[in-house]
């Protein structure tokens, strides 16, 4: 049965760093897309994620407003992908899900349309 658990999370200070972790059971990770998703608190989950990474990592996509902050990466030992955020800032404040792309697509896309299998999420807080 496919669980996926995401961990990680806390409070950190604005320009700080965290890392958030996406481990799965019943499944490799490797074989499919991984998106890193987020909920604002008192919003509505975006409908596309912040990152994603491909399969066999084939590409990597970012939202804009994390480039040169936010990192993506598998460890296949761990059977985990790893969230790397730095330089947060209080708008990154937000429930984070991982989720997964189970289509034949070859790159990784970050609508959440994509998205089949979801976390629980893990809860981040960017403040002084």
């Known amino acids: 049965q496919l669980q996926l658990v995401e961990s990680g999370g806390g409070l950190v200070e604005p320009g700080g760093s965290l890392r958030l972790s996406c481990t799965a059971s019943g499944l490799i990770l490797d074989d499919y897309h991984v998106g890193w998703f987020r909920q604002a608190p008192g919003k509505e989950r975006e409908g596309e994620a912040v990152i994603c990474l491909a399969k066999r990592g084939r590409n990597i996509d970012y939202e804009d407003s994390v480039k040169g902050r936010f990192t993506i990466s598998r460890d296949h030992a761990k059977n985990t992908v790893t969230l790397e955020m730095n330089n947060l800032k209080a708008e990154d404040t937000a429930v984070y899900f991982c989720?997964?792309?189970?289509?034949?697509?070859?790159?990784?896309?970050?609508?959440?349309?994509?998205?089949?299998?979801w976390g629980q999420g893990t809860q981040v807080i960017v403040s002084s």
């Open positions: 989720a997964l792309d189970r289509s034949r697509q070859f790159f990784c896309g970050r609508m959440a349309s994509r998205y089949s299998d």
